[in-house]
């Protein structure tokens, strides 16, 4: 699987220097990037635009450095649930004006938690950009935050647990960050535990946002058919006073030293299911290494799409499963690959058997020359073709700015991955995939039944 996450981002080389307070600058213009301005306003708040001049729609987000990682366990969930209850009203709109003046002009308002950081955004016509503003920053800054609202809205995040759980698709990838990371921040759930949810107060959660939803933590970014000096406009009224004092930006979150090893060799959920769901993965880089490009390609031709060698082997050729394809994931100092797979109990030893067997083909051989350029040619386009909307430039901002504390141009990031060669992807592969792996399984299983797998 293939996200612009992994590529388009950051060089993760060292801070730059620092640009004075209301100073805008101009951080790309071509036709690929577009026009990206950056603007940093008293109190740390910092404003990312990126003008599309072909568009008649605009993407608003709001962004937090706060998510699931800053939680301790018997806090879990707190992040995820204080996005819930911000919807639930503020002190000068309740949830249904909310709700009623967005859909009043066809737009749409949805927030995301991650395990580095929350999103608030709106997608809107470009000429209702100012009710945007109004709406996500009333939400940031002005949530109520009731015991009565948190009661109604608890009962919706248990809920939501409780679909995670009936997916096995889903609950397999909880489980996998479980039985790599054990149990430590990234180990645990972004949706917290029903132990958890059910023991939050409103003092715990109001105070998660007392204290997390401050200007120094905060990234503003929009895309579209937007001019920087109206969204700076906009934002300065809507966070006013605020926006005082001479605080610094947040400090790029660095993280902890990535795994040498699993935390635990495998993990179960056994269920009557149908399918096995299985993951099995081993440590990687952290997201400022600069040997992710070369991960990336990797990624591709280990199992990123259709041609690549695991799609091929275990579906083409041998039909043992319908879904099969790797991942490559990042955070601050940490990471992971992974390769997921569904299929019948029976062909479950098969599977695994092929995988391992191409794990180690890879770690020894590397990656023809054929593969490296055919995969280069994926990583590319599908990173240019994921830009194409308002939504994941607006992302691709937030994510730069708060995850790697510079905005590095597409051109740059395509010229990167154009330069990566065979002997750079053989480097990758004999230190990633000759690494003890761990394996999560969701399906009929016993834990005796897995010491055999």
Not at 29 to 49: I, N
Not at 147 to 167: H, K, N, P
Request: charged share 25%; net charge negative.
């Amino acid at each position: 699987m293939i996200t612009t996450d992994v590529l388009g981002s950051g060089a993760g080389a060292a801070a730059p220097a620092p640009v004075p307070v209301g100073v805008t600058q101009l951080l790309d213009l071509d036709e690929v990037g577009g026009r990206v301005e950056r603007t940093e306003l008293p109190g740390g708040l910092r404003v990312l635009t990126e003008t599309m001049p072909g568009v008649l729609s605009a993407t608003l987000g709001i962004w937090v450095g706060v998510g699931s990682r800053d939680e301790t366990p018997d806090v879990g969930g707190s992040s995820h649930f204080l996005e819930h209850l911000l919807f639930k009203g503020t002190t000068t709109r309740s949830a249904l004006e909310i709700a009623t003046a967005m859909d009043a002009v066809g737009g749409e308002m949805n927030a995301f938690t991650a395990k580095e950081h929350t999103c608030y955004y709106a997608n809107v016509l470009a000429s209702d950009l100012p009710l945007a503003v109004a709406l996500l920053s009333d939400l940031v800054t002005e949530a109520r935050n009731t015991a009565a609202d948190l009661e109604s809205e608890r009962t919706v995040v248990l809920e939501e647990i409780a679909m995670r759980d009936d997916e096995p698709s889903d609950a397999v990838h909880d489980l996998f960050a479980e039985t790599l990371f054990g149990d430590t921040p990234l180990g645990r759930s972004v949706l917290g535990t029903v132990e958890s949810i059910e023991g939050l107060s409103r003092d715990d959660v109001d105070g998660w946002y007392r204290s997390r939803y401050a200007p120094p933590a905060v990234v503003v970014t929009a895309a579209g058919r937007v001019d920087h000096q109206q969204v700076l406009d906009l934002v300065t009224a809507a966070f006013g006073p605020r926006l005082t004092g001479d605080a610094s930006p947040a400090p790029l979150r660095l993280g902890d030293p990535a795994p040498t090893a699993p935390s635990r060799p495998f993990g179960l959920i056994s269920r009557s299911t149908e399918q096995t769901h299985l993951l099995v993965g081993a440590p990687a880089m952290g997201r400022l290494d600069e040997r992710r490009y070369a991960a990336a390609v990797l990624d591709a031709a280990v199992g990123g799409g259709m041609s690549s060698r695991l799609f091929q082997e275990i579906r083409e050729n041998r039909g043992l499963v319908y879904s099969v394809g790797s991942m490559l994931t990042h955070y601050a100092g940490a990471g992971s690959f992974s390769v997921y797979a569904g299929c019948s109990k029976k062909r479950v030893p098969e599977v695994l058997r092929l995988i391992r067997a191409e794990f180690e083909r890879v770690a020894a051989d590397g990656i023809t020359a054929a593969e490296v350029a055919r995969t280069r040619g994926q990583l590319k386009g599908g990173l240019v073709l994921g830009l194409e909307d308002t939504g994941s430039r607006m992302s691709r901002l937030g994510k730069s700015e708060l995850s790697y504390g510079e905005y590095l141009p597409v051109r740059e990031v395509l010229a990167r991955i154009e330069s990566v060669d065979e002997d750079q992807v053989g480097a990758v592969a004999a230190e990633l995939l000759s690494q003890e792996t761990c394996l999560a399984v969701v399906g009929p299983y016993r834990e005796s039944d897995l010491d055999r797998l």
